[in-house]
């Protein structure tokens, strides 16, 4: 049978207790669909402080390298707020990992179902129908990673400053990855940049024109960053794949998390250059956090992190039939009126769970 | 009797129809509070384009300089929005004016009124009575102006790139007027920065954790730009001064202004330094475009124009009785029912009205 390697890292908070039920249904898929998967599990974040004092061990760094695939949970707390920024569990684990595996692609979907308007802060008459939004956000270059960054002094007066740059060639794959995922969607693209101000977005304009050609069957359109943060909360279904940069991309996914409403069921994926087999190295996590508020209580959402593996299968396993039967088997389980406690409302037929009974309710319809 | 003297730029779109109901306005707060108000009226944005060739020409930014403020209609629109930036109305008008006065601080009140949270994209019962946020962006420095900017090529590759810079003596007097502000209102006041990632926004948090020390009474919190996208969304009752960097503000205070639901009718003020006497520089702005789309047809809601007036009586002229009088003529035709069409709803009780039929109702109240 075909055998696969993936890497397991549960991190902190909800984490463990989501990715012990995504390893289920993970194991539900290999007996289905006739592959296997080596598995091997290792500390990162808040966990990782406290086992070797830093959030990325090497060890954990390693055990990646030789994987097809990273299933990430989350990271983070209170417990470790207060450290340096470098040290902290979210940053200091996902920023290295995104830049030592070049994941330079994040695919953050933003959906809500037609089923789950109502835990949509946005009002139902203007969601009526749901949505489904691709955020495509580049995640290895721009101000994240641009040097100068530091600090001098002035006269005797402390200065800071980043550095927002981008060559053309990281803008060029990241957009390429946004028009094929258009095509294989409503193929309509819109770009975000904030080219009336930053000399990086004009340059990002005038690639994204240029590479527009290799995709004449998509719809192209722009818009400012400022008047895209207000067109997500007046019209989010009228997006199909949004594209922009690092920063901007960090602000608008999370914003378009926000206005789906069901945060505990947005996957989200991190790839690198795709491979001559057509598959990628990638990291797949929750676009949620690690709710530390309700972690242990065997209440949090398991979906993120099951349609998380999803993608995992999808794109970095090739195992396609396996990636889809997962993500319809989701969906029969909300269409059949399962509800955890963040998207239930109470009404007539539905069925309130925790994070297994949710995972039972899946694995019954798989 | 008091003279004052400010430069009306008008602009385009619904510039000029609401800038001529602000004026009726400015005049019977004149007649009714015993000072004048000396004005000249300056082409600036498309109209400045298509009668001298640039949007703030030369005579336009003169003029400025001999008077105590500027009420700023808005600029922009389709015919020239494929200029280069440099020469587009927005940009090419806002950017030079704010950087030649050193208009550093940018007020933006994000208010939704309890009688018209039906307008608020966001869900009745999380904005069930209204909200008032106070958005402080800075608006001279950052991203915006620094520099190096532009681009150059590496191994013949095209790159660009733009610097985040803050000077700790820019953020210091930004914060100080967020604080000032906090004080006079609910004493609460979040800083929202990316201090995980940006080594400007670690400068920046320091520099807000020492200015909090000349401000005991104010509750300070901190946040990351993300989070904050996805809070103002969730809760934007929770808040009461928020201050941010330029292109944080420019984001989150347009985001903000769409969650209230009443673009129409929100103000700005933009801020130089605070003078001897106490009295402000300012450019007085509406928060919305110049809405080409409505241009002309005299159904635009000229309440936005009106408080700027109200601001621009407050923070430059020192006439404050005219600015509550402006400020509490509006919320009475508010509470009265009179509603122009993007705040209406057809419901009992309305009095539905245009342009000059809202001001109408405004003076009858003034
Ligand atoms: C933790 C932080 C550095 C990170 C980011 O800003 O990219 C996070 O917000 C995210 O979006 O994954
Ligand atoms: C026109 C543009 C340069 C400007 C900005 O980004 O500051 C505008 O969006 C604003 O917020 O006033």
Redesign the pocket.
């Known amino acids: 049978p075909r055998n696969h390697t993936i890497t397991i890292l549960a991190g902190d908070g909800i984490g463990p207790e989501v990715m012990d039920q995504a390893v289920r249904v993970l194991e539900a898929a290999e007996a289905k669909f006739g592959f296997t998967v080596t598995r091997t599990a290792h500390p990162v974040g808040g966990a990782a402080i406290d086992a070797t004092g830093h959030p990325l061990p090497p060890e954990t760094v390693a055990a990646c390298e030789k994987a097809q695939a990273i299933l990430f949970g989350s990271v983070g707390g209170p417990k470790w707020e207060n450290l340096p920024p470098d040290l902290q569990p979210e940053r200091g684990a996902l920023l290295p990992i995104r830049k030592h595996f070049g994941l330079f692609a994040n695919l953050r979907p933003g959906v809500c179902l037609p089923a789950l308007t109502h835990a949509s802060p946005v009002k139902q008459e203007l969601i009526a129908d749901g949505f489904d939004v691709l955020c495509v956000r580049e995640l290895t270059g721009g101000i994240y990673f641009g040097s100068p960054k530091g600090r001098h002094e002035e006269n005797g007066e402390p200065v800071a400053l980043d550095t927002m740059i981008y060559h053309k060639s990281e803008i060029e794959r990241i957009v390429r990855v946004a028009f094929t995922a258009a095509m294989g969607r409503k193929k309509q693209l819109l770009s975000v940049d904030?080219a009336?101000?930053l000399a990086s977005s004009v340059l990002w304009r005038e690639t994204v024109l240029e590479i527009a050609k290799e995709f004449p069957e998509v719809e192209l359109s722009h818009m400012?960053v400022?008047n895209a943060a207000m067109q997500l909360i007046k019209r989010p279904g009228s997006f199909d794949v949004l594209v922009t940069e690092n920063l901007f991309g960090d602000i608008l996914s999370d914003e378009m998390a926000m206005i789906s409403g069901s945060l505990g069921m947005l996957p989200s994926a991190s790839l690198g250059n795709q491979r001559e087999d057509g598959l990628y190295f990638g990291l797949y996590e929750p676009s949620g956090g690690s709710a530390p508020d309700i972690a242990g209580q065997g209440i949090a959402n398991p979906i993120a992190q099951i349609l998380s593996l999803a993608m995992l299968l999808r794109f970095s396993l090739g195992e396609t039939e396996a990636a889809d039967a997962v993500e319809a088997a989701v969906a029969a389980a909300i269409a059949d009126g399962f509800r955890t406690g963040d998207i239930a409302t109470g009404r007539d037929g539905e069925t309130k769970v925790g994070t297994v009974g949710m995972t039972d309710a899946i694995l019954e319809r798989f």
Do not use: F, T
Request: charged share 40%.
């Open positions: 904030k009336n101000v400012y400022d």
